[in-house]
């Protein structure tokens, strides 16, 4: 009975072990849900960011700015976006996106990118 009991509470504490330590990441945390590139369009709260982008912005339509780019992404924050405009380097960081094209999201925050 006593040995039982103590195969039982052994089964219990590696299965508890193994639980915790799946659980566990062990890599530093990354930065996810970011995204980085030029801005195509502002709109109120509303901004469309492209990567990989050729070209001159300011003299495509933005069919062929989303054609041309590499990736592109409407973001929608929930209060209007000021100083940023058309042209500007920025990263944005989002909730989550979809993958239709151009992806849209709901953006947290965005910077300019000093470069």
Not at 16 to 29: K, M, R, S, V, Y
Not at 43 to 52: A, E, F, I, M
Request: aromatic share 8%; with cysteine.
């Amino acid at each position: 009975m006593v040995k039982k009991r103590l195969l039982i509470a052994l089964i219990l504490f590696v299965s508890a072990t193994i639980f915790l330590t799946a659980c566990t990441n062990p890599e530093p945390e990354k930065e996810h849900n970011t995204m980085e590139g030029f801005v195509a369009k502002v709109d109120g709260r509303v901004v469309l960011v492209v990567s990989g982008f050729k070209g001159n912005i300011k003299e495509m339509t933005e069919e062929e700015i989303i054609t041309k780019a590499y990736q592109s992404a409407y973001f929608t924050f929930n209060e209007e976006v000021v100083n940023i405009k058309q042209g500007d380097q920025v990263k944005v960081w989002y909730d989550a996106i979809d993958k239709s094209l151009p992806a849209s999201g709901s953006g947290t925050k965005i910077e300019l990118i000093d470069k």
